[in-house]
């Protein structure tokens, strides 16, 4: 059974920064994305990565996190990690990680607010 668990939200300044995780269970993976939703949202892309045993693939990121959001991945602990820097109060929403367009994680609530 696929599980995906999110963890590392919370509330920060704008101008700060954030780490989020994604620690995943139940199958073999060569790909991980990251998507948010904002209240009144529909959900969006974030960023994603691929990987070929331990060694990092491809990343991808929107536009608007470019620069100030970087994927990276721990093969031993088969989870992937969402830095977040220079955080903006547009940037506040839940954070989902998704496998396979098809399995996702319960969500971890990020806040940008002075």
């Known amino acids: 059974q696929v599980r995906l668990v999110e963890s590392g939200g919370g509330l920060v300044q704008p101008g700060g920064s954030l780490t989020l995780s994604c620690a995943a269970s139940?199958?073999?993976?060569?790909?991980m994305a990251w998507y948010r939703q904002a209240p009144g949202k529909q959900r969006e892309f974030v960023a994603d990565i691929t990987w070929d045993g331990g060694r990092v693939g491809r990343r991808n990121y929107i536009g608007s996190v470019q620069g100030r959001f970087s994927l990276s991945r721990d093969n031993a602990k088969n989870t992937v990690y969402l830095q977040m820097n220079q955080l903006k109060p547009e940037d506040s929403g839940v954070y989902f990680c998704n496998v396979w367009g098809m399995y996702w994680g319960q969500g971890t609530q990020v806040t940008v607010s002075s």
């Open positions: 139940g199958s073999e993976f060569s790909t």
